[in-house]
């Protein structure tokens, strides 16, 4: 291997979440031994002292000031012309390795010669099973449908693609797509495939990624022996608008649209709006049984969630335009 090569880039891109990026790169370093790698951190204009604290701390790591918030997909390939790897290992800010699971999701894909992404067993931060590190490819009924309880009270139905995850066999399982929390891929197949699609802002880059992974031939890959806790939208979970909701309709909206056409895609739209309408109707009628439940309880931000999806479906929430 030349010198200015390494065997593993690992790049995260961050937006106002620097001591989630502390944490993630304390975990990296404590857990991953005998592989030669570097870190480079992207900041998408969130100025938040990342940059600062990873000069004081992680002098190491390479920081890359992106000038303007250019989204997920953008920030990540800015982030992969700059790494030196051979692979490349995408990991989000919110993520804490539990063991070594860098060096189990390198060795497997090196040892792989069909491989496109390769990712991990997720677990939210209780130490509960995340049920959306590896998924099927949206489809409209599994969208609709797309609720954790119907997940988990039926785990192996096709809609979901996450049986693997509650196999009792501790191996590589070949799947559809993997969560973009966690994308390891070799840098040829990455550069093959034409990087992460940035016609969305953020969420559906990873399915997008991973689909067309496997239009090439490539075949998707979990790990569930490298475990990894995914805290979940560490960057918008305080945000008190709807900002991630609207852009995760949206970016789904495009991806249908992008490889199911424009019909495909308005039905999805309008399947979301019939689904608001029941999911208000019942809260409605739930509230009315209770009258005096919490105002801030799950319920109304539930209220609040299907009430932005309903009017993004009708095409009133027109400030998404600016992000196609």
Same mark, same amino acid.
């Given at each position: 291997m030349a010198k200015n090569k390494v065997a593993l880039s690992i790049i995260i891109v961050n937006w106002?979440?620097?001591?989630?990026?502390?944490?993630?790169?304390?975990?990296?370093?404590?857990?991953?031994?005998?592989?030669?790698?570097? &870190?480079?951190?992207?900041?998408?204009?969130?100025?938040?002292?990342?940059?600062?604290?990873?000069?004081?701390?992680?002098?190491?790591?390479?920081?890359?000031?992106?000038?303007?918030? &250019?989204?997920?997909?953008?920030a990540n390939n800015m982030g992969a012309a700059q790494?030196?790897?051979?692979?490349?290992?995408?990991?989000?800010?919110?993520?804490?390795?539990?063991?070594?699971?860098?060096?189990?999701?390198?060795?497997a894909l090196t040892g792989l010669k069909d491989a496109g992404a390769i990712g991990a067993r997720l677990l939210n931060g209780d130490g509960s099973l995340q049920t959306s590190c590896i998924q099927a490819f949206p489809t409209i009924l599994n969208q609709l449908l797309d609720a954790e309880a119907i997940r988990r009270r039926f785990p192996k139905a096709f809609l979901w693609g996450i049986a693997p995850l509650y196999s009792k066999q501790d191996e590589l399982a070949e799947v559809e797509a993997?969560?973009?929390?966690?994308?390891?891929?070799?840098?040829?197949?990455?550069?093959?495939?034409?990087?992460?699609?940035?016609?969305?802002?953020?969420?559906?880059?990873?399915?997008?990624?991973?689909?067309?992974?496997?239009?090439?031939?490539?075949?998707?890959?979990?790990?569930?022996?490298?475990?990894?806790?995914?805290?979940?939208?560490?960057?918008?979970?305080?945000?008190?608008?709807?900002?991630?909701?609207?852009?995760?309709?949206e970016s789904l909206w495009r991806y249908f649209k992008k490889y199911r056409g424009v019909v495909y895609a308005s039905v999805f739209r309008g399947g979301l709006f019939?689904?608001?309408?029941?999911?208000?109707l019942l809260l409605t009628g739930r509230r009315s049984l209770n009258p005096r439940e919490d105002k801030h309880s799950f319920h109304k931000a539930s209220w609040n969630k299907w009430t932005a999806i309903m009017r993004w479906a009708t095409g009133r929430e027109r400030w998404v335009l600016k992000y196609r």
């Open positions: 106002n979440s620097k001591d989630y990026v502390r944490k993630c790169l304390r975990s990296v370093y404590a857990h991953s031994h005998g592989l030669s790698f570097e &870190i480079i951190v992207v900041d998408s204009a969130s100025y938040d002292g990342c940059g600062e604290m990873l000069a004081s701390e992680y002098p190491d790591v390479r920081f890359i000031q992106s000038e303007q918030n &250019i989204g997920f997909a953008n790494a030196r790897g051979e692979c490349l290992l995408f990991l989000n800010p919110d993520t804490e390795l539990v063991n070594p699971a860098i060096n189990l999701l390198f060795e993997i969560s973009g929390a966690c994308i390891m891929m070799k840098r040829d197949v990455f550069m093959d495939i034409g990087c992460f699609s940035v016609d969305y802002f953020m969420y559906a880059e990873d399915m997008d990624l991973c689909y067309k992974a496997a239009r090439k031939g490539r075949v998707n890959y979990y790990v569930p022996g490298a475990v990894i806790i995914h805290h979940g939208d560490g960057s918008v979970q305080n945000a008190k608008s709807n900002f991630a909701t609207i852009m995760a309709v019939l689904a608001g309408t029941g999911r208000l």
